[in-house]
């Protein structure tokens, strides 16, 4: 059920260990080392309730996912899926939704890159640092996938070293008072400044749109499917391990940091792991978060200029983008597709300095709305998918959604109310006035462009047959 594949094959380079930690990576970003002050804020120590239970919805999203991916294991992953269960129109949007909401999310990274380089050399422009960064970012994508594959593993390790180091350290503070003069701090904090609870359930509400970005990326699983050497085992194990893993590094991470400090005290003196790193007394505790966080902008980047490139590859296949960037060059990679989104990352850098803040905030609140959009193809796509299956295939299935049909449509409901919660509050309530219009851009230049015609995705030639 793949619509117009071409003979250029993508190079199955990811190996299981490249495909686990890029899952892992691209879930712990810089929301985690900066972004968790602000939700912390929001829900006190109740964060920890919001981190389980979104990160048990985007478990539900990947297995969904997987179930559709160890079957039909393609470049394009989500945008294909939408393509062929639920039509063209679904495609061609969530593949343009995708690389823009990547594009514009890099360019927030690269924006990131230059201010944590500032750290130590205040004196340089910004722009040179976010320029050198896209550079650095576009060449190591060209050199193959698994050299793409390599440093993903090695920035995403980083990270997860840095995070394991503090989990470690900040329990054998809480527990034996290791860097605390002898004196365990226990967990206290987390229920003496207001209880577990301090703003109520509406705090935890309020934090729970944040909490889900935190996890935009995860899904670029999917997208390594067509370059995994074995994707039935690779694929799974990624996703098996990902709610398990999630839970570890960001609710151990903030229930160490939420132990040690007051829940009311944390953003208020700048990042959180720098604060927990100077009580456990490491002198270099800003420089050492600072790497940390600029790896993970980096590695932010370095995924998102592979998916963009990705789903234009898939695009162009499909006929709803120009078709040189359905060419790969002799590394096996789709050199085109990735040039034209470092191009449209340069744009990025000027607007950075060019357009006041205000005005990127809005353009980025796009990339909130199209990460749930994102979200929901795929579940709409799997619940297709498994409709279409006789009760013979269903069984073969070698990887099922758990619970299906429930935790589907359970999913599906939470990204709705995530929605309606983003409606109730001003300051993300833009997302749904831009999201939408991007959409409705988005089918104007569907049926303007003649993309209607170019062919009937599986779904719709299966309709037909039957009729």
């Not at 594949?5 to 691209?26: K, Y």
Request: net charge positive.
């Amino acid at each position: 059920m793949q619509a117009g594949h071409s003979p250029n094959q993508l190079q199955r380079g990811l190996e299981e260990r490249h495909i686990t930690l890029m899952a892992l990576g691209s879930a712990i970003g810089v929301g985690l080392f900066l972004g968790s002050a602000s939700t912390i804020q929001l829900a006190g120590p109740g964060i920890l309730l919001a981190y389980v239970f979104c990160g048990m919805i985007i478990f539900f999203i990947m297995r969904a996912l997987g179930e559709m991916g160890i079957q039909n294991p393609i470049s394009g992953s989500f945008s294909q899926y939408a393509r062929d269960y639920l039509g063209n129109l679904a495609g061609f949007i969530t593949g343009w939704n995708y690389w823009f909401l990547w594009t514009v999310t890099c360019m927030a990274e690269l924006t990131a890159v230059a201010i944590y380089m500032g750290f130590w050399y205040p004196d340089v422009p910004r722009w040179i640092w976010a320029l050198s960064a896209l550079v650095i970012m576009m060449m190591v994508n060209f050199l193959s996938v698994k050299a793409f594959g390599e440093l993903e593993f090695w920035f995403a390790l980083i990270k997860i070293v840095a995070i394991v180091f503090m989990i470690v350290v900040g329990f054998a503070m809480i527990f034996f008072g290791f860097g605390n003069g002898g004196v365990a701090t226990g967990i206290s904090n987390l229920w003496n400044h207001g209880g577990l609870l301090p703003n109520g359930i509406t705090g935890v509400f309020m934090s729970l749109q944040m909490v889900m970005f935190a996890f935009l990326g995860v899904e670029m699983i999917g997208l390594t499917a067509g370059e995994a050497k074995n994707p039935e085992k690779t694929l799974a194990k990624a996703i098996d391990t990902v709610f398990w893993r999630i839970l570890i590094f960001y609710v151990g991470a903030l229930f160490v940091i939420m132990s040690i400090y007051p829940w009311t005290e944390i953003g208020v003196n700048g990042s959180p792991f720098v604060l927990t790193f100077d009580k456990i007394g490491i002198p270099a505790a800003a420089g050492i978060i600072n790497f940390v966080v600029l790896t993970a902008a980096l590695s932010s980047c370095n995924g998102g200029i592979f998916s963009t490139g990705r789903m234009l590859f898939n695009l162009a296949e499909n006929g709803e983008a120009p078709k040189a960037f359905a060419k790969i060059n002799k590394n096996g990679v789709p050199s085109l597709a990735i040039v034209a989104t470092a191009a449209a990352l340069v744009i990025g850098v000027l607007l950075n300095y060019l357009v006041p803040a205000k005005v990127f905030v809005w353009v980025t609140s796009i990339s909130t709305f199209g990460a749930i959009w994102t979200w929901a193809m795929i579940l709409l796509s799997q619940l297709k998918y498994r409709k279409g299956l006789t009760s013979e295939e269903q069984k073969q299935l070698k990887y099922k959604m758990p619970l299906y049909p429930f935790s589907s449509y359970f999913s599906l409901a939470f990204l709705a109310l995530v929605i309606g919660i983003m409606a109730y509050f001003p300051d993300t309530r833009v997302a749904l006035y831009v999201g939408p219009l991007w959409i409705v851009i988005l089918v104007a230049a569907y049926y303007m462009g003649g993309f209607n015609k170019k062919g009937k995705s599986s779904s719709e030639e299966v309709d037909e047959k039957a009729v």
